[in-house]
C-alpha cells in the first residue's frame, strides 16, 4: 500500500471507487439496450420526397399517359412492332401538282397550331417494315417508283432475282431536290452507290408522329410512309438525309434557292393530312414561301 496512508481509508476508498465503476457500467448498459430498442421498435423517418422521385425517375424513364399509350398498339409493353402491309388498298401511283406560293400561304395559314406531343410513344415500326412495299401493286417497289419518277435519265433492268416484275433503276443521274446537286451513279446494284441515294420523308415520320399520326390505325401510317400521290418521299443525297434525319423547318433547311420548294411540298403534306404545326414551324415555312419568286 502507499506510505502514510491508513489502512482503513485504503479499503474505503477502493470500496467507493468499485461501486462507482459499477453504478457506471450499469449506466452504459441501460443506454446500449435503450438505443437497440428504439432501433428496432421505433417508425422509420420517411425518405426525403425529392431523392426518392429523382431515383425513380432515372430507374424508370418518363411514362406515357394512358391516352398516347393506347394510341400505339402493342402485344406486350414498350414492344415496338412493324405495322403489316396486308389488307391495305391499292394506293395511287401518280403525284399531284403541289400547289403554288399563294396557294400554299392559304394553306399554311389554316393549319391547326399545337405543341408537338406523344414523342415518348414514338415508333418506327408502326409506319411499316423497314424494306419497302409495293402498294399501288405495280410490282416494283415504293424506292423503285420515287428512284424511276425522279431520275434526270435512267437505265432500268428487269432482276430475276426480284421475279423481273419490276423495270428497277440500274445506273442514271438525279438531282437532289435539297440541294441542287447532280447525283450519278453506274451501278445502284452495288451497295456502296445505292447508299449514296436514299428515299427521303419529306415530313419526317416522327414529326407526323408528335403532329397526329399517333393517333392513325397502322394501315393510315403505312399508306402515309408510301404516300406517291403526295410529295412526301423524295431520291436524296444519302449524306442530306442523314443530316435531316428527324428534324422539321424550325431546325432545318435547304438552301434558299430549294426553300420555296421545300416549304410548298412540306405544307402540302401537312395540309392533305391535316397534321398541326408548331409556332416556330410555321414561321420557319411562312419564311420560306417568301422566297418563292
Known amino acids: 500500500m502507499p506510505l502514510g496512508l491508513p489502512s482503513g481509508f ?29 432501433a428496432v421498435w421505433s417508425p422509420r423517418s420517411a425518405p426525403s420526397p425529392s431523392g426518392d422521385r429523382a431515383s425513380t425517375a432515372s430507374n424508370a424513364g418518363p411514362a406515357p399517359s394512358p391516352s398516347r399509350a393506347s394510341a400505339v398498339p402493342t402485344t ?13 388498298p391499292a394506293q395511287p401511283h401518280d403525284q399531284r401538282p403541289v400547289p403554288d406560293a ?13 405543341p408537338r406531343s406523344g414523342g415518348d410513344t414514338y415508333c418506327r415500326g408502326r409506319f411499316g417494315p423497314d424494306t419497302w412495299p409495293d402498294l399501288d401493286r405495280n410490282g416494283c417497289s415504293t424506292r423503285q417508283d420515287v428512284l424511276v419518277r425522279q431520275a434526270a435519265t435512267v437505265t432500268t433492268r428487269r432482276i430475276a432475282a426480284h421475279d423481273k416484275t419490276c423495270a428497277e433503276a440500274i445506273s442514271g443521274s438525279w438531282i437532289d431536290p ?10 445502284l446494284k452495288d451497295p456502296s452507290q445505292a447508299q449514296r441515294i436514299q428515299i427521303d420523308h419529306l415530313v419526317p ?7 397526329g399520326a399517333r393517333d392513325w390505325t397502322d394501315a393510315q401510317r403505312v399508306a402515309f410512309a408510301n404516300d406517291l400521290a403526295a410529295p412526301e418521299l423524295r431520291a436524296v443525297g444519302g449524306d442530306v438525309n442523314f443530316t435531316k434525319n428527324h428534324a422539321g423547318p424550325e431546325t432545318w433547311a435547304p438552301p434558299t434557292a430549294q426553300q ?23 414561321d420557319a415555312l411562312a419564311s420560306m414561301l417568301l422566297t418563292c419568286v
Open 260 to 282: 420555296c420548294d421545300y416549304a410548298r411540298a412540306f405544307v402540302a403534306v401537312k395540309a392533305t393530312y391535316r397534321l398541326t404545326v408548331t409556332l416556330p414551324e410555321r
Open 205 to 211: 415520320l416522327y414529326n407526323a408522329w408528335v403532329s
Open 102 to 114: 399563294v396557294a400554299s400561304r392559304t394553306a399554311l395559314a389554316g393549319l391547326p397550331v399545337a
Open 10 to 38: 485504503v479499503a474505503v476508498r477502493g470500496t467507493r471507487h468499485r461501486r462507482l465503476r459499477g453504478w457506471l457500467a450499469g449506466a452504459v448498459l441501460l443506454c446500449v439496450l435503450a438505443g437497440i430498442g428504439y
Open 76 to 88: 406486350a409493353v414498350g414492344e415496338c412492332l412493324p405495322a403489316s402491309v396486308d389488307g391495305i
Open 178 to 187: 435539297y440541294t441542287g446537286a447532280t447525283m450519278t451513279f453506274s451501278n
